[in-house]
């Protein structure tokens, strides 16, 4: 991943120093031989068609990678996820959870995707990661060590919701004791029946996931509390919020930079006056 940044970086820097509407039509020849490419029947062309699309950062380059997120062998697949990401776009974001969707049958591509989330490392990822939280039951540590690590506080209100699903499940009993419920268990188990019986109403995946939920929400909050009640009143008195530092990446240098809580935007990049480029927002992140 570092390599392609510093592939992506390299490059911007080439384009800049030629006339802007040359490197623009240099830029587009180059986009259509790797259309070309990408399309080959052996899997190293593609490969490395895919990697040097990944240092293009133009939505023509872009739309390229996402269509083989999807379709093509899963290395091809898994290929166009890291080069996706080096782009640095709320775009990519939404690309790697319908990404997550072709591949619902496939965990490892799955849980590959879910990482490349965690490695976009932006808010866009946030709602991306939550859908998985509900509709994929076992990726769910996935998703929330995701949410984790990428901790942009706008997911906490969700968790909380979610939390309260999570904990309806994990009070429920897995087993019952097995007893004649119409003599009020006064009479004996007849033989060779077990001495439990399963709950197999309670949802054990999602059971499992309430303590890893209260443990994303004090990764992100920076609190802590034993139920989702005690979060929600929390949530509900704003004692949760906190200042945010705005996290930025600089469109001329592909370098990331932060703004403090209440100051203006401003790449430090621009000079004395404002910045002539317009630079993507990644994430917040608590102060």
Known sequence: MI?????????????????PAEAARQRQARINDLRTQI??????????????????????????IISKTVSDSDKVRLAAGKALIAHKKPICAQALGNAV????????????????????????????????????????????????KIGCPEAVTELVNFLKQAE??????????????????????????????????KDKKLAAMAPKVRETLKALSGKSFDSQRDWASALQSGSLSARLVSVYLCESTHAPFE????????CPNGGDSKSDHDDTFLKHHRE
């Not at 593609?46 to 023509?60: F, M, N, S, Y």
């Not at 703004?259 to 401003?266: E, L, Q, R, V, Y």
């Open 101 to 148: 969707q072709a591949n619902a049958r496939n965990e490892k591509m799955v849980k590959s995707f879910i990482g490349l989330l965690a490695e976009l490392d932006m808010c866009a990822s946030v709602p991306v990661l939550l859908n998985v939280l509900r509709t994929h039951p076992s990726s769910g540590p996935d998703a929330l060590e995701a949410l984790a």
């Open 39 to 64: 399309d080959s029947s052996d899997e190293n062309t593609r490969l490395k068609a895919i990697q040097e699309l990944g240092t293009i950062v133009h939505e023509d380059a872009r739309s390229l």
């Open 3 to 19: 390599q392609v940044t510093c592939l992506v970086v390299l490059a911007l820097g080439a384009l800049q120093a030629q006339d």
């Open 259 to 266: 703004i403090a809580p209440g100051k203006s935007k401003k």
């Open 168 to 201: 309806t499940e994990e009070k429920k009993p897995d087993y019952f004791d097995n007893v004649d419920v119409r003599s009020n268990g006064q009479q004996p188990r007849r033989p060779g029946t077990p001495e439990k019986i399963e709950n197999k109403t």
